[in-house]
């Protein structure tokens, strides 16, 4: 009798599946399998043809693919990924990617090592992103525009000896996003997030001011030039939730992280505050601050002096008395303010925005010579000309220039005051002259500010530099990675690639925008006139309609009054072009 002998060959082996599929089967089962179905059908498959892949397996929520060569692997799962980041889905996967030796099956299934480091390789890969073996990466370095990371010796699950792994990132400089789905490097300086703190105060009513403290810490904080500070945006994300510090660390990619509690009872404040380290989980110190209700602003002081003392502790005395800060006299009108700022952060509600106005209005009546609450009001009338809610009267215009140029005059040298006087000027008064100079001087003051790097990111593109828009865009993202402000950033950098003529990416980016606020109006007319440019003819006129819908009144020929201040007279056209071939009438 002659034994068969058992077929081996060598292989380029794709694994991949879908990042917390059955969480999100949970929530919305026949959508989560209709999208993953339609990913195979539509984007899956047709690059396992281009690429000549054959498909081994599937399972529930992912596939096993093999290829002739590494190169083939990675380039189709670098298509994939690259896809799926352009935010063409809800789905994001993890892929694995070895080359190793397989046992051919009589099934034509295959079998082995070679196999299992794959799958292994993909279960330990970052959400959204390729990980890959160093035989891979030996055959695929440098020819390829995309970068690597080297992630050390890998012990997985039921392999004897360690693989080393290497994960991939995107190549090209300008991209805003530096990996495919990688955790956010750790800046070159102490670099930290203030979560909110937890309010013990008998009255629930006091969440406010529990918030507010958290804005003035991550302010005190921000204006240290030798430190990388989150914007309370992106920390503001994790309220309410029970979250690991790690995590927070990994995902704003931060080194430390601020976390504690105030209690106000009566006239009694009490602050309580343990700094960690987001990399290993370690208490570098806990404290609690108690003093009277007249003594918050120099608490708030102690907090931010005791955590730039753990964390830099070559920081000048000199620096850390200029960022000690009193925004105002009046204690009354301080509450007022951190009130109308809770409702000041509820980006795209036209109610809470009209509601902000009225409480900064009512700080001012308090204290006629609180700088922010001015900054803050003249930002409202900002905030309702990009949501489309504003009537554009000449006294609105009037009453946001009055209020722009009194904060000026009250705080010259408050980064905050500048980039909301500024934004103010140059988005409702339409003076991008003033408004650039501000915004410039806010970021001299404070480059830890990513609202103003987000208004400059706006007012570059309005200038004609679109290139230099990304770069400020991108800047405003890692230093506020979530929030409220993400969508208008995601919408800057759509109409950035737009004017670039990257339509197709600007279409991406846009999309982005709307997965994060359906009904952002700057993010709808992005998509609109980016998807007509690419003849999507379909997508672009579904979402002109739906864009009517919410601002009936909008049409090509006021278009200008709606949008910024355009310099470049081209840009403008081009834009109307976009949404009159979208179907905006005339």
């Not at 830099?312 to 009046?330: D, Q």
């Not at 951190?338 to 902000?356: D, M, V």
């Amino acid at each position: 009798m002659i034994e068969q002998r058992v077929q081996r060959r060598l292989a380029a082996i794709l694994a991949a599946d879908v990042v917390g599929y059955s969480a999100l089967l949970q929530r919305a089962e026949e959508a989560t399998y209709a999208e993953f179905e339609r990913l195979k059908r539509e984007l899956i498959g047709p690059s396992l043809s281009r690429h000549e892949g054959r498909l081994i397996k599937t399972t529930g929520d992912g596939a096993i693919a093999e290829f002739a060569s590494p190169l083939a692997a990675m380039r189709c799962a670098v298509e994939i990924q690259d896809h799926l980041t352009s935010g063409a889905s809800t789905l994001r996967l993890r892929v694995g990617i070895n080359l190793g030796d397989v046992i051919v099956g009589h099934d034509g299934d295959l079998y082995g090592d070679g196999i299992t480091i794959a799958v292994r390789l993909e279960g330990i890969a970052d959400p959204g992103g390729i990980l890959i073996s160093e035989k891979v990466y030996s055959e695929v370095e440098g020819k390829l525009d995309v970068g690597f990371e080297d992630r050390g010796e890998q012990q997985l699950k039921n392999i004897s000896k360690p693989v080393r792994a290497y994960a991939v990132c995107a190549g090209a400089p300008d991209e805003p996003i530096k990996a495919f789905g990688a955790a956010l490097s750790l800046p070159d300086k102490p670099s930290i997030a203030v979560l909110p703190l937890q309010n013990l105060s008998s009255d629930p009513e006091q969440e406010f001011f529990a918030d507010g403290m958290v804005e003035e810490i991550t302010t005190a904080l921000s204006r240290f030039k030798a430190l990388f500070v989150i914007a309370r945006n992106s920390s503001f994300t994790y309220k309410g939730r029970a979250v690991e510090v790690k995590q927070v660390g990994r995902e704003l990619g931060v080194r430390y992280v601020l976390e504690g509690s105030v209690r106000k009872a009566a006239n009694r404040v009490r602050i309580t505050g343990q700094l960690i380290d987001a990399t290993t989980g370690a208490h570098l110190w806990a404290d609690r601050f108690d003093g009277g209700l007249g003594d918050i602003f120099d608490l708030q002081d102690q907090v931010t002096e005791r955590v730039v003392g753990a964390i830099a502790p070559a920081v000048e005395t000199a620096e850390i008395e200029r960022a000690k800060y009193k925004p105002t006299e009046s204690l009354d009108a301080y509450a007022v303010y951190l009130r109308g700022l809770a409702k000041f952060s509820q980006y795209g509600n036209r109610l809470a925005t009209a509601e902000a106005l009225r409480l900064f209005n009512c700080a001012i009546e308090l204290d006629p010579e609180f700088a922010l609450a001015y900054s803050h009001a003249s930002h409202c009338y900002a905030q309702a000309k990009t949501n489309g809610w504003s009537s554009g009267t000449a006294d609105e215009l009037a009453e946001a220039s009055r209020l722009a140029q009194r904060a000026l005059e009250l705080g010259k040298d408050d980064a905050w005051v500048l980039c909301g006087s500024g934004w103010a000027l140059a988005l409702v008064v339409r003076d991008l002259g003033v408004g650039t100079t501000l915004i410039d001087r806010a970021l001299m003051l404070n480059s830890n500010l990513a609202e103003a790097w987000r208004c400059s990111g706006w007012m570059r593109i309005w200038l004609g530099d679109p290139k230099l828009a990304i770069e400020h865009f991108v800047r405003a993202m890692r230093l506020s990675p979530l929030g409220r402000w993400l969508v208008d950033i995601q919408s800057g950098i759509a109409h950035a690639r737009f004017f670039l003529d990257r339509y197709d990416e600007a279409a991406a980016w846009a999309a982005m925008a709307l997965q994060n606020n359906p009904d952002f109006q700057a993010g709808m007319r992005i998509s609109a006139a980016s998807n007509a440019m690419i003849g999507q003819t379909v997508e672009a006129h579904k979402t002109a309609v739906r864009l009517q819908r919410l601002n009936p009144t909008l049409r090509v020929s006021n278009l200008k009054h709606v949008l910024g201040p355009y310099l470049r007279a081209g840009d403008l056209t081009r834009y109307e072009e976009g949404l009159r071939k979208a179907g905006l009438p005339e």
